[in-house]
């Protein structure tokens, strides 16, 4: 059973556009929500991460909402830019270890201009 | 700061042989951790060190994979008898003590077994 599950699977939109990127988990022992972006023949990166006292999470452009009672979160990039296209996990962790991660499948993201 | 070096960038095997792959943290972190990427299963935790000691090795399989931190710089994941299904890109990253929210991964070994 995946613990942490993205959609939409793939995503486009024209720059300038807001994107909108979907996760969902199982456990409720997890308490740390890092998204990690990953470019074509690169490593993962750390993008924005949230825990649960709070309800959103802002960098810029990119935010993230969080619904711990559906056990939701959604990443929003607002303005979207060519550069953003990459692939965007999700990943969830609990107190103890932190960088030991449990990843989303993935949401390839892909911005037009 | 040069990153989490990982060594080689590619390796190619024949089934059955052994695969010894290296990483180097960045220098000063405390925590090193070996992730395992593939088209099928995506990012899959392997396994971790915190200040050179094995603390969880669940995501590892329980046989032919090994890993080992014998000083602060430097991991290696070894896979005995390989297999095709253990073609992957191996990921090392690190962590600091000051925030250890952060992971640092590396470029990743690209295993492929034939």
């Known amino acids: 059973q995946q613990q942490v599950r993205q959609s939409p699977q793939s995503l486009t939109v024209w720059e300038g556009e807001t994107a909108i990127l979907n996760c969902s988990y199982e456990d409720s022992t997890f308490d740390y929500f890092p998204w990690y972006w990953q470019f074509p023949r690169e490593s993962p990166a750390l993008l924005i991460a949230i825990r649960p006292v709070s309800n959103k999470k802002e960098d810029g452009r990119f935010t993230i909402f969080f619904n711990k009672r559906e056990k939701k979160l959604s990443l929003h990039i607002t303005d979207s830019q060519p550069g953003d296209s990459a692939t965007y996990f999700c990943?969830?962790?609990?107190?103890?270890?932190?960088?030991?991660?449990?990843f989303g499948r993935g949401t390839r993201l892909q911005v037009y201009a | 700061n040069a990153g989490v070096i990982q060594t080689p960038r590619h390796k190619v095997t024949g089934k059955g042989q052994e695969a010894t792959l290296w990483c180097e943290p960045i220098?000063?972190?405390?925590?090193v951790f070996w992730y395992r990427q593939t088209i099928v299963q995506g990012l899959e935790f392997l396994t971790y060190?915190?200040?050179?000691?094995?603390?969880?090795d669940s995501g590892m399989p329980k046989e032919r994979f090994s890993a080992q931190m014998p000083n602060q710089s430097h991991s290696t994941l070894k896979i005995q008898s390989t297999q095709p299904q253990d073609s992957a890109v191996y990921l090392c990253a690190s962590s600091s003590r000051d925030n250890n929210e952060r992971l640092f991964f590396g470029h990743g070994t690209k295993l492929s077994v034939l």
């Open positions: 060190f915190r200040n050179q000691a094995p603390i969880d």
């Open positions: 220098s000063g972190h405390s925590a």
């Open positions: 990943a969830a962790s609990a107190a103890q270890v932190v960088g030991q991660l449990t």
